[in-house]
């Protein structure tokens, strides 16, 4: 599988103490893609209310919530937030892009919860689309 990195790069590790890349995929489609998630990103930006993210900040800040719990919060805001995207829209793009946005908003409001809200976004996107990742990648 090809992970896709937060910063546009592809994944890769050391071999024998060279950089060696995961497979090759274009760098240019995933730029492209990378461009039209963070349009898409700008867009959802404008619509997502603060209480949305407020109640997001006051799950992540309860430590006795488990991250199980906490994803299973995340989940409920993004399905909550993609029941308002235009319906021209893949559901699956849509529910990528707002995960990642609530996770920016969430650190702007909170900076100091941003390793559990990246991590926990992280393990969503995982869990939730990671078949559709691959295949946007792969395409």
Request: no cysteine; net charge negative.
């Amino acid at each position: 599988d090809v992970e896709l990195q937060t910063d546009g790069n592809r994944s890769g590790h050391l071999q024998n103490g060279e950089l060696v890349f995961d497979p090759e995929v274009n760098e240019e489609i995933i730029r492209i893609i990378a461009a039209q998630l963070a349009e898409i990103g700008d867009q959802f930006d404008k619509e997502i209310k603060a209480r949305v993210v407020n109640d997001l900040v006051q799950h992540f800040l309860n430590e006795n919530l488990s991250g199980e719990e906490i994803i299973r919060r995340m989940s409920e805001a993004v399905e909550g937030l993609a029941q308002a995207i235009p319906s021209d829209m893949e559901r699956e793009k849509a529910m990528l892009v707002l995960a990642m946005v609530l996770t920016k908003k969430i650190a702007n409001t909170m900076p100091s919860l941003l390793q559990r809200v990246f991590r926990t976004t992280v393990n969503y996107i995982n869990r939730q689309l990671h078949d559709y990742v691959v295949r946007m990648v792969s395409a």
